[in-house]
C-alpha cells in the first residue's frame, strides 16, 4: 500500500485560507494566484482520498473529514515551523516582556509558551498576566514588549487588529441563574470596574429596557467563574477560554439582548522589535488565530470563493 505523504505547501495554503476565511486573501498573502490556490486545494482532496469542502450556500464549508485534516494539518505546520526555527535561530538570546488578558492565561499561555520554549531555550520571558488598562499603561512605557489586549478604542503607535470576537451571555454548565425575565432584575456577576464587558453588557440590558443589578463583583476571572458555575449571576465575556462549569447563552432564548463583538489588539512597544519578540509575536499571533476559529467558527465561514 503507497504511503500518503502529505505536501507542507499545500497544508499552508489550506490552513491559511481557514484563518482567513477566504481562501482569495489567502493567495494574496501567500502570493500565489487564486488558480493557483485552487489546484493546491484540489490536489489535498486527492491525496486525502475524500471530500475535504461541501457546499454551504455560495461559498464552501468543511466536511467531518475537512475538520480532521484541519487539525492535523495546524499540528504539522506547527512542528515544521517550530524545527525550522530551531534550527536557522539556535543562538537566539534575549529577554521578552509579554502581558495579556487572563481570559488567555489557562488556554492560550502555556502552549505559546511551550512551543517558544522548545525552539529557543536561551530566551527569557517574562508573562504578566493583568487587566486591559495596565496592558496599554505597560506597553506604552516600554514595561512591556508585547501586550495582548481587548480592545476599548484606545491605539498605540504599533498595534494590530487581530479580529472581532463575539461577546456573549454566560451562565453555569449545569441548572440555571434564578431570575425570571420581566418580574426580577437580571443578576449580573462580572469584574470590578472598569471593565470593557461589563459595560457593554449594562448598556445593551438598559436599551432593551431590561433591570439588572451587580449580584456579584470579582477582582479575577476564577472568581467570576466560581459565582457564575454557582448561578449566582450570569456574566459577559467571549467564548475563547471557558472553563467546562460555565456555557454561553443563547440569547433570544434566555430573554437576553444580543451582545456586539469585542476587538481584540496586539499592542507592541516598538515599531521593529528585535527578532526573539518578533518570533514570539507571530506565535502569540497563530495560537491566537486558531483559538478564535476553534471557539468562533462564524468568524472563518464560509469558506472559499475562490476554490471553484
Known amino acids: 500500500m503507497r504511503r500518503t505523504i502529505f505536501d507542507l505547501d499545500v497544508l499552508r495554503t ?17 502570493g500565489r494566484s487564486t488558480s493557483a490556490v ?9 491525496q486525502a482520498g475524500t471530500l475535504i469542502f461541501r457546499k454551504a450556500g455560495r461559498g464552501l464549508a468543511l466536511t467531518d473529514a475537512g475538520e480532521t485534516m484541519l487539525a ?9 515551523d517550530e524545527a525550522a526555527a ?8 534575549g529577554w521578552v516582556r509579554l502581558g495579556l488578558q487572563e481570559d488567555f492565561g489557562e488556554t492560550l499561555l502555556p502552549d505559546v509558551l511551550g512551543r517558544f520554549a522548545r525552539a529557543h531555550p536561551k530566551v527569557r520571558i517574562e508573562a504578566r498576566v493583568v487587566r486591559n488598562v495596565e496592558l496599554i499603561e505597560r506597553v506604552t512605557s516600554g514595561k512591556l ?4 489586549a481587548w480592545s476599548d478604542g484606545t491605539l498605540t503607535p504599533h498595534c494590530e487588529k487581530i479580529a472581532g470576537v463575539p461577546m456573549r451571555w454566560i451562565g453555569p454548565a449545569e441548572g440555571a441563574v434564578d431570575w425570571r425575565l420581566g418580574s426580577e432584575p437580571v443578576p449580573l456577576a462580572s469584574l470590578e470596574a472598569p471593565c470593557l464587558l461589563r459595560t457593554a453588557a449594562t448598556k445593551a440590558l438598559d436599551t432593551a429596557g431590561i433591570p439588572w443589578r451587580l449580584a456579584f463583583v470579582s477582582p479575577s476571572l476564577g472568581g467570576l467563574w466560581a459565582a457564575t458555575a454557582a ?17 454561553p447563552l443563547v440569547a433570544n432564548d434566555a430573554g437576553l439582548p444580543d451582545l456586539p463583538s469585542l476587538g481584540l489588539v496586539l499592542h507592541r512597544a ?11 509575536a507571530s506565535i502569540m499571533l497563530q495560537s491566537v488565530r486558531e483559538a478564535i476559529t476553534d471557539t468562533v467558527p462564524s468568524a472563518v465561514q464560509p469558506v472559499a470563493k475562490a476554490y471553484a
Not at 530551531?86 to 538570546?93: G, K, P
Open 270 to 280: 516598538e515599531a521593529e522589535p528585535g527578532p526573539a519578540t518578533a518570533l514570539l
Open 14 to 30: 489550506f490552513a491559511t485560507g481557514m484563518e482567513l476565511g477566504n481562501f482569495a486573501r489567502a493567495a494574496d498573502r501567500l
Open 38 to 46: 485552487s489546484a493546491q486545494l484540489k490536489k489535498l482532496e486527492e
Open 72 to 80: 492535523y494539518a495546524r499540528r504539522l505546520l506547527e512542528l515544521n
Open 145 to 148: 514588549d508585547l501586550a495582548l
Open 231 to 247: 448561578g449566582l449571576g450570569i456574566s459577559i465575556r467571549t467564548p475563547i477560554g471557558l472553563p467546562r462549569k460555565v456555557k
Open 86 to 93: 530551531a534550527v536557522q535561530s539556535i543562538e537566539l538570546e
